[in-house]
């Protein structure tokens, strides 16, 4: 089984329409994060957070809000979907007390908004 | 804004050829270094951490200049299988790592 999830995989749906990315992982990291990536722009960071109370924001937080329900759970909410939020979407985890600071992925979320 | 920067490429080589990237970086108190690759419309994934003092996996060897801030990917032999884009990422020491924009590899028969 895949240690970091994503659902949905995949979703279109239409501009103003509020919409829910959910992350979990089974790595117990403390660390979460999520990323769009659009062609040619490479991975931006939306939010990130380090424990449960903790949520920051990224270099492109704007129209986005999260939720971190539990150490395993990291949600990605838009509130009001407008077309240039047509992305790929990528939750990651790391581990606090890892000397490498690995980044592990989830399969990414293609979402599509008309 | 602190920078990530790579090459995109393409970079098409035939099998068996040597490559290298780089990638440069702005912020000199950088403290760690990775290279990571992504297969289309998939997740990227750790290719390798980058230290000080290079190092090498299989075909793949990692450097860093510190002096110069880049680090360096070379792949030797390249394999059809090696097709893909190698993210170049760079944390500050605060855990927010900084992608770049990636590179694209094109090994062809």
């Known amino acids: 089984d895949a240690d970091v999830t994503q659902t949905p995989r995949n979703r279109i749906t239409k501009t103003g329409k509020r919409i829910m990315l959910e992350c979990s992982q089974t790595?117990?990291?403390?660390?979460m994060y999520w990323y769009r990536q659009d062609p040619g722009l490479g991975l931006r960071l939306i939010y990130y957070s380090f424990d449960v109370k903790d949520i920051n924001k990224g270099e492109i937080s704007d129209g986005y809000s999260v939720s971190r329900q539990a150490q395993a759970k990291f949600s990605l909410s838009l509130e009001s979907a407008i077309p240039n939020q047509t992305a790929l979407y990528f939750c990651?985890?790391?581990?606090?007390?890892?000397?490498?600071?690995?980044?592990?992925f989830g399969p990414g979320t293609r979402l599509t908004v008309l | 804004r602190k920078e990530v920067e790579q090459d995109p490429g393409p970079f098409n080589v035939p099998e068996g050829a040597t490559v290298a990237f780089n990638c440069t970086y702005s912020n000199s108190a950088s403290q760690s270094f990775f290279w990571y690759r992504q297969d289309c419309r998939k997740e990227p994934k750790l290719l390798m951490s980058v230290y000080s003092s290079g190092n090498e996996d299989g075909r793949f060897t990692a450097q860093l200049n510190r002096a110069s801030q880049y680090i360096s990917l070379l792949i030797r032999d390249s394999k059809l299988s090696d097709s893909a884009t190698y993210l170049c990422v760079v944390n500050e020491g605060s855990y927010i790592p900084t992608f770049g924009r990636g590179t694209s590899l094109i090994v062809h028969p």
């Open positions: 790595k117990g990291h403390d660390r």
């Open positions: 990651a985890t790391s581990d606090l007390w890892g000397s490498t600071d690995t980044q592990y």
